[in-house]
């Protein structure tokens, strides 16, 4: 089965508007693996790993973010599988 991840950093207004949380449910909603935090320099910051579909989803959920949100600038790259599992929301700046 094809897997991909993905890192990205998000700028803008993404904290205090419950990305992470969001971000997990549409994660586990899309049976995607990886993690997101807060960074202190007040970014947004997730790897996410699943089929190649599911993550293009999810990619279009973070261009967007929750309803509170406004996402000024995306950065993604593409990192090596790892087949992780689950999807966790860790603290962070």
């Given at each position: ?7 990205v ?12 949380r969001?971000?997990?449910?549409e ?14 320099d ?17 990619l ?16 993604v ?7 992780d ?9």
């Open positions: 089965m094809s897997r991909r991840r993905i890192h950093l998000l700028a803008g207004r993404v904290q205090g508007v419950f990305f992470r969001s971000a997990a449910q994660a586990a909603r899309l049976g995607i693996s990886g993690w997101v935090k807060n960074r202190p007040g970014r947004v910051e997730l790897e996410a790993e699943g089929p190649p579909k599911a993550v293009e989803a999810f279009a959920f973070c261009r967007l973010g929750p309803e509170r949100a406004r996402v000024e600038e995306i950065l790259v593409d990192r090596p599988t790892g087949g599992v689950g999807f966790q929301v860790e603290d962070g700046g």
